[in-house]
């Protein structure tokens, strides 16, 4: 089992930034991958970003270059950095954790909320 706790989400201008955190309850090395999913109203969730226990990460294109994931260890926490953003940036950010050897078990963080408006 893995709790996530995300913080981090508001209201921001276009162009402004924003950082939100995900604390695991375990040590992020036995985590085989962690990733940030968002959902806007009337949409899927989709991949944001994701970073693995070794230290790879991937995006979105339509983040990409704009957002950044990194995580410090030693806190146990997965962020997620956040530039330029667009009204279409405008979503709850869930934290996914993966867990497994044979079987990948996922599990999710309540979500906080990302407004981009002027």
């Known amino acids: 089992q893995v709790q996530l706790v995300e913080s981090g989400g508001g209201l921001v201008q276009p162009g402004g930034s924003l950082r939100l955190s995900c604390a695991a309850s375990?040590?992020?090395?036995?985590?085989?991958?962690i990733g940030w999913y968002r959902q806007a109203p009337g949409k899927e969730r989709e991949l944001v970003a994701a970073?693995?226990?070794?230290?790879?990460?991937n995006y979105a294109d339509s983040v990409k270059g704009r957002f950044t994931i990194n995580r410090d260890n030693a806190k146990n926490t997965v962020y997620l950095l956040m530039n330029s953003l667009k009204p279409e940036d405008t979503a709850v950010y869930y934290c996914?954790?993966?867990?497994?050897?044979?079987?990948?078990?996922?599990?999710w963080g309540q979500g906080t909320q990302v407004t981009v408006s002027s």
């Open positions: 375990k040590n992020i090395f036995s985590i085989n991958a």
């Open positions: 970073i693995t226990s070794g230290g790879s990460s």
């Open positions: 996914n954790a993966k867990v497994g050897n044979y079987t990948l078990y996922n599990y």
